[in-house]
């Protein structure tokens, strides 16, 4: 048997570790203005359309490092149950961050590099961890790009020199809207941790904090606007019980998904992609 490998190491809980945005960055065209902070785990920091701003911003008094604007999550999406999983024989055990769990990988904890930066697009890279926080190193890359009434967003994790898993997605934090249209097929179960798990089971009713199988655009509606949002991620989490914001989270598998078998395991060298487009309608 392969023996277990411990790399645990003193957490940073990103539910009470305040992230300062840093050095921002703007892209934009017409009425989309979109402002980036790299420094800040290369998040979006905010979204505004016509004036109207979409995400819960550092600013708004919910300054955690878990808690406003739109960042990346990677290698791993959601959380790990009580962070460990095991992958090619051998066993892994990350730090513990939330609860008993581990979450959201560590992308939104680390500074991202800068690759590239115009009126209407930008380029953000990242190498990964090869420590405690993620024994496989590799690489990630996002992009984001603005037409006058959508952002798309672009994001990949790449292997390194040996295999690994990963589920990656994003993390919004919309201001809270005045209607929420999403018609999910199917969803997860959660057990007595809070734990995605299966077998599927028919949309639970409102509030979630849950994870779907959803392959419709999904439509928010705020202060007389209106937000399409559409992926090629078939898992989508939502989590619409705090009253100031609702989150609406494209992911390419489930929560836990490495314990559950649904994570995408890529050979070395060997990249995973996937998008989110915001749309005003």
């Not at 203005?33 to 016509?50: C, F, K, L, T, Y």
């Not at 513990?96 to 904890?109: D, E, K, Y």
């Not at 179960?189 to 409102?206: F, Q, V």
């Amino acid at each position: 048997m392969a023996a277990d490998r411990d790399l645990s190491v003193a957490p940073v809980d990103p539910a009470q570790t305040p992230m300062a945005p840093g050095e921002l960055i703007h892209i934009g065209r017409g009425a989309l203005s979109v402002v980036i902070a790299p420094e800040a785990g290369g998040r979006v920091a905010q979204i505004r359309h016509d004036g109207l701003e979409w995400l819960v911003g550092h600013d708004d008094d919910h300054q955690a490092m878990i808690a406003w604007g739109s960042y990346p999550m990677l290698p791993w999406a959601g959380r790990i149950r009580h962070g460990q999983f095991g992958f090619d024989g051998q066993r892994y055990a990350l730090p513990i961050n939330l609860g008993a769990h581990a979450i959201h990988g560590v992308g939104l904890a680390l500074p991202w590099r800068v690759d590239g930066h115009g009126p209407h697009d930008a380029e953000l890279s990242l190498d990964l961890p090869q420590d405690e926080r993620w024994p496989f190193g590799g690489r990630a890359h996002q992009r984001f790009e603005v037409t006058e009434r959508a952002l798309r967003m672009e994001s990949s994790v790449t292997a390194g020199k040996q295999g690994m898993p990963v589920t990656l997605g994003w993390h919004p934090w919309f201001r809270k809207p005045d209607c929420l249209d999403f018609a999910p097929t199917r969803a997860y179960p959660r057990d007595d941790e809070g734990i995605a798990c299966l077998p599927l089971i028919d949309p639970p009713a409102s509030p979630w904090d849950d994870c779907f199988i959803n392959t419709r655009p999904v439509e928010l509606q705020r202060a007389g606007q209106r937000l399409r949002l559409s992926s090629d991620c078939g898992h989508w989490v939502v989590y619409d019980e705090p009253a100031h914001a609702t989150c609406v989270e494209p992911q390419s598998g489930p929560p836990d998904a490495f314990n559950l078998g649904l994570a995408r395991y890529l050979a070395p060298e060997e990249s995973l992609s996937a998008w989110f487009l915001l749309e005003w309608l």
